[in-house]
């Protein structure tokens, strides 16, 4: 499907695709309509189907609500730049499109270590000259910041945006997510604004739960992480930054574009989102 596929793992230059595994970035993109897979990640989709045929649009909601937060970033936050991590395929609306449009100046840089995202992605994605693509592990947040890429065209002393938006819930606890993202939050300058978005499990026993632990044991099985987490435990990973109005709520709750035309399904509610800004 793409070009790099059947590449072999010891080639030097391509990344390696192994579409005998699903990936997380593949997978999401199967969720949003995109054509970026492989018949192995189309079986998670169909597998996850079968728990509640309702599932796509728990994904629409994620990449809905990271739209409207770009769009406060850029227009209402007034930011001008913007570290992306776990950029994900591109899709239709991207990160720099969304922003550029409010903006033209402001500058995206994206990070993401998917393979196929690398390979085929990056070159959609790196659209214009404010726009680039760091193929980096997100879990090293020291060495991140430290790229070229990211020290040549981010300003550290301006304030910025750190968006973390489907990627923490595939940090186990043992990795300690709270603590990566205490790392990030240091080292961005004040003004800046951090943008999470997770899985949401109110461990209650409620039927909401129980649906997060189903898609969570799914998740796990397919791609080996995807966490669902408490509002608690989401809003930890802000590491005490006031969280601008209204907090840590499910992702439709935020900043809706208009009035709601139809019941939230319970399955978007395990899609949770919150903005904060470092003081
Ligand atoms: C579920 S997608 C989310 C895409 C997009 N941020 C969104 O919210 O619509 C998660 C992305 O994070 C990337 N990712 C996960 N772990 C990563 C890591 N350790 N380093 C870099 N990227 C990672 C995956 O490859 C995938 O593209």
């Known amino acids: 499907m793409s070009a790099v596929e059947g590449n072999s793992a010891d080639d030097p230059i391509l990344p390696f695709i192994d579409t ?4 997380v970035a593949r997978v999401y993109d199967v969720f949003l309509g995109g054509k970026d897979h492989y018949e192995v990640d189309r079986e998670v989709y169909r597998r996850t189907l079968e728990i509640t045929p309702e599932v796509p649009l728990l994904t629409r909601t994620f990449r809905q609500w990271l739209i409207r937060v770009v769009r ?3 227009s209402g936050a007034g930011i001008d730049q913007i570290l992306d991590c776990g950029s994900g395929l591109p899709t239709a609306e991207n990160t720099h499109q969304v922003a550029q449009r409010v903006n033209p100046e402001t ?3 994206y990070v993401d270590n998917d393979p196929m995202v690398i390979a085929h992605g990056r070159a959609l994605l790196e659209e214009n000259d404010r726009t680039h693509f760091v193929d980096a592990n997100l879990r090293d947040a020291e060495a991140l910041l ?3 890429t990211v020290t040549r065209y981010l300003d550290m002393n301006r304030p910025l945006a ?3 938006c489907g990627t923490l819930h595939h940090i186990s606890d043992e990795d300690n997510p709270v603590d990566l993202m205490a790392r990030y939050i240091d080292a961005l300058p004040s003004g800046s604004y951090v943008a999470i978005s997770h899985f949401y499990d109110p461990a209650d ?3 909401l739960s129980e649906l997060s632990q189903k898609l969570e044991t799914n998740l796990l099985n397919a791609v080996g992480s995807g966490w669902c987490r408490t509002s608690a435990q989401i809003e930890a990973m802000f590491c005490g930054l006031e969280l601008v109005e209204p907090g840590l709520v499910p992702a439709v709750d935020w900043w809706p574009d208009g009035p709601r035309i139809r019941p939230v399904a319970t399955v978007e509610q395990i899609a949770y989102g919150a903005v904060a800004r470092k003081p």
Request: charged share 10%; glycine share 6%.
């Open 162 to 164: 750190l968006m973390q």
């Open 205 to 207: 026993g409620s039927e």
């Open 72 to 74: 406060f970033l850029a």
């Open 107 to 109: 500058t995206v840089v």
């Open 146 to 148: 430290a790229h070229p």
């Open 20 to 23: 005998t595994k699903p990936s």
